[in-house]
């Protein structure tokens, strides 16, 4: 029996917030003048308790002991979406926004091999038509990219990239689990993994502590809920290719309040994601409605 169409519907849309939300990360990265791990810190305490606080109102304190005793698949959305979590930050101040954007694009095809070779999930020929013209984007825009430029960064993106298409298999895996609770006990394991390696925990003065603040609310813990709840309904190559709506969008903040205006290639590159995502979503909509 196939999928409800309100159920998918919902999917995109929150998948498509979280995409949102999380393109907001190089602008404030940018104004935190912080090494990464405090901004680790303290965006994961923000993020967490943010989450927590979500978890409450909607199932009550008894909701709490998922923190404590996420299960198997749980604690394994929580490692990956940290493991995630800890890469993205040093990766944007190591390299350029842009390149951080690229690879980030490859994400449903490792989303989808994990998902078939795991799950045995097929994927259908219009995401992959979708995903390869969106391929085709980021090869134009790492085609501008030097070669052997800021390797620590790339290869920090790199291990993001597998740990979020690995979470996004494990929460269609596993969708009995809470994965708000996930989200917020990823939080908080990023702020403890952080902690021995930050440098100005107690010298924030309270205008970085404010933004501190925002960034952990909107763009980690509205991100990451919208995404976990979302991918749960949707396929994961489909989660993930909706997802690099992002690749485009997080530069936005960039060029319009640092001025770092992106290459010409980079704009194409971009418009290509966007076209292969919102076709992909409307070719779905118009065969749901034709069965």
């Known amino acids: 029996m196939g999928q409800p169409r309100s159920e998918r519907g919902l999917g995109i849309a929150l998948v498509i917030s979280a995409a949102i939300a999380w393109r907001t990360a190089p602008f404030f ?23 927590s606080v979500f978890l409450v109102v909607m199932q009550g304190r008894g909701a709490l002991r998922q923190l404590v005793a996420p ?3 749980g604690l394994l959305v929580a490692s990956l979406s940290t493991l995630g979590m800890v890469s993205f930050i040093p990766a944007l101040q190591m390299t350029k926004v842009m390149n951080v954007a690229v690879l980030i694009s490859t994400q449903p095809f490792v989303a989808a091999a994990l998902a078939w070779l795991w799950l045995g999930e097929a994927v259908t020929w219009r995401t992959l038509i979708a995903s390869l013209v969106a391929f085709g984007g980021v090869a134009i825009t790492v085609g501008g990219i030097e070669a052997g430029a800021d390797v620590g960064g790339v290869a920090l993106s790199c291990l993001m990239v597998l740990a979020i298409s690995a979470m996004t298999v494990v929460i269609r895996r596993y969708q009995e689990t809470s ?16 902690l021995p390696f930050a440098h100005d925990l107690v010298h924030i003065d309270s205008a970085n502590l404010a933004i501190l603040a925002m960034f952990g609310c909107f763009q980690v813990a509205l991100g990451l809920t919208f995404y976990m709840l979302g991918s749960r309904l949707l396929p994961s190559s489909q989660a993930s290719l909706i997802a ?5 969008l997080m530069p936005f903040w960039i060029w319009i309040t640092f001025r770092e205006v992106p290459a010409v290639h980079a ?5 290509l994601v966007v076209g292969a995502v919102v076709a992909d979503i409307a070719v779905d909509a ?3 409605d034709r069965s």
């Open 286 to 288: 118009r065969s749901r």
């Open 71 to 73: 299960g198997r698949g």
């Open 29 to 51: 990265t940018r104004l935190l003048p912080f090494d990464p791990w405090t901004i680790l810190f303290w965006r994961g305490v923000f993020g967490g308790s943010l989450i």
């Open 244 to 248: 690099t709506l992002e690749t485009p």
């Open 179 to 194: 994965m708000v609770a996930a989200a917020a006990l990823s939080n908080f394991l990023g702020s403890l993994v952080s």
């Open 267 to 271: 704009l194409v590159g971009g418009v």
